[in-house]
Nanobody, 127 residues
Framework: EVQLQASGGGLVQAGGSLRLSCAAS???????IGWFRQAPGKGREGVSC????????YYADSVKGRFTISSDNAENMVYLQMNSLNPEDTAIYYC?????????????????????WGKGTQVTVSS
């Protein structure tokens, strides 16, 4: 059984940083894992993903240069380091995963391509 447990959200001032963590378990095939977010009144947006086989990462244009995704395979953890946060980053962030069926960029852009969603964690950036 696949399980995703996200943590690390909170309230931060604009320009600040947060690190989200996701404990992942139960995978048996090559998969994509990462983060989607949903801001108030908006649809879900793929933020960043990586492939379990390693070496391939994806970032939405809105977070390139500010966010970094990484993994610790020994601990089955995935992290999202978020720097230079701005109020537009305010959203519920979800750790998501699914079998890697498409290119990573495609899979990380389509919420229906991700089969597994963890409980969201709130990130609020004040101006």
């Amino acid at each position: 059984e696949v399980q995703l447990q996200a943590s690390g959200g909170g309230l931060v001032q604009a320009g600040g940083s947060l690190r989200l963590s996701c404990a992942a378990s139960g995978f048996t095939v090559d998969y994509a894992i990462g983060w989607f977010r949903q801001a108030p009144g908006k649809g879900r947006e793929g933020v960043s993903c990586l492939s379990s086989s390693g070496g391939d990462t994806y970032y939405a244009d809105s977070v390139k240069g500010r966010f970094t995704i990484s993994s610790d395979n020994a601990e089955n953890m995935v992290y999202l380091q978020m720097n230079s946060l701005n109020p537009e980053d305010t959203a519920i962030y979800y750790c998501v995963a699914g079998p890697l069926l498409f290119s990573l960029g495609t899979q990380c852009s389509i919420d229906n391509a991700m089969d597994y969603w963890g409980k969201g964690t709130q990130v609020t950036v004040s101006s």
